[in-house]
């Protein structure tokens, strides 16, 4: 069964880059059947796509975040990683990362599963 | 850039049927997917492909999808359903995914 772990530093300064790690186990990211994404809830918002990798290093960005968004992959060590960067208090939220079944159209696209248990980021000075 | 609607609340009995939509232009001819979120806890996906209930999930959950509203069903509702719920859909216009903006069950 894949699990994912989000990890990272909780507090963030602002104009700071936020960097967080998802560890995947039970399976491998190298797999070519899913995205692997990053999913942030405001506080008492609702949930807001960042991005996806996939292929190994292929991504697609939120275009709200994409200038300031960086997903990469480390397919030796099963782990994906977020990079924010210029943060401002509006990206205090806790951030999953899941995963999400590829298809050959789009409405075979999978949902979001599993999910890491989330990880609580505050920018903060 | 697609937009999903959902009811900001719902509020139902114990033992009742609970139903949640999440409206969008022409969504019966996406898939839609369901997540439950619990405080603390990881989401859980409920339901996939409008109406299939992943492996664990209690056969209370069901989904439906036609015209302009998809709905997440939960019968017999339990204490323990008291969540948020949200809805989402595949952007085709640009590859990723779109979030309604969800839906507080609160179980009287």
């Known amino acids: 069964q894949v699990q994912l772990q989000e990890s990272g530093p909780g507090l963030v300064k602002p104009s700071q880059t936020l960097s967080l790690t998802c560890t995947v186990s039970?399976?491998?990211?190298?797999?070519?059947?899913?995205?692997w994404s990053w999913i942030r809830q405001h506080p008492g918002k609702g949930l807001e796509w960042i991005g996806y990798?996939?292929?190994?290093?292929?991504?697609n960005y939120n275009p709200s975040l994409k200038s300031r968004v960086t997903i990469s992959v480390d397919t030796s060590k099963d782990q994906f990683f977020l990079k924010l960067s210029s943060v401002t208090a509006a990206d205090t939220a806790v951030y999953y990362c899941?995963?999400?079944?590829?298809?050959?159209?789009?409405?075979?696209?999978?949902?979001?599963?599993?999910w890491g248990q989330g990880t609580l980021v505050t920018v903060s000075s | 850039s697609y937009v999903l609607t959902q009811p900001p609340s719902v509020s139902v009995a114990p033992g009742k049927t609970a139903r949640i939509t999440c409206g969008g232009s022409n969504i019966g001819t996406k898939s839609v997917h369901w997540y439950q979120l619990k405080l603390g806890q990881a989401p859980v996906l409920v339901i996939h492909y409008d109406s299939d209930r992943p492996s664990g999930i209690p056969e209370r959950f069901s989904g439906s999808n036609s015209g302009n509203t998809a709905t997440l069903t939960i019968s017999r509702v339990e204490a323990g359903d008291e969540a948020d719920y949200y809805c989402q859909v595949w952007d085709s216009s640009r590859d990723h995914p779109v979030f309604g903006g969800g839906t507080q069950l609160t179980v009287l």
């Open positions: 039970g399976g491998s990211i190298s797999s070519s059947d899913y995205y």
């Open positions: 990798i996939y292929d190994s290093g292929s991504t």
């Open positions: 899941a995963r999400s079944s590829r298809g050959v159209i789009i409405t075979e696209y999978g949902g979001f599963d599993p």
